[in-house]
């Protein structure tokens, strides 16, 4: 990353733009207080997860959507709050 440190904030709380990160190692939950996510799959995977239970998934899907379940359980219990957002 070319952005200096002090500048992160301003990127990483960007309307246009967005950090994918992967961590090596522990991140401690009081390093996040919002995570943002598009409302677009916000509501497809909420929808799957919570209202559609007549559609069959396959094994990849039923992942995506246990992943999805466990990330909003562990935001929960670290008071994290997810934000959706239009226009990512």
């Known amino acids: 990353m070319t952005t200096l440190e ?34 677009v799959d916000y509501d497809d995977l909420f929808q799957s997860a919570y209202e559609d239970f007549s559609r069959g998934l396959d094994d990849v899907e039923r992942f995506r959507i246990d992943t999805f379940v466990m990330i909003l359980q562990q935001l929960e219990a670290h008071n994290i709050t997810l934000e959706n957002v239009d226009n990512v």
């Open 6 to 39: 002090d500048e992160w904030p301003s990127l990483l709380c960007s309307e246009n733009e967005y950090v994918e990160a992967i961590f090596v190692g522990d991140v401690p939950s009081t390093s996040s207080e919002t995570i943002r996510m598009a409302k």
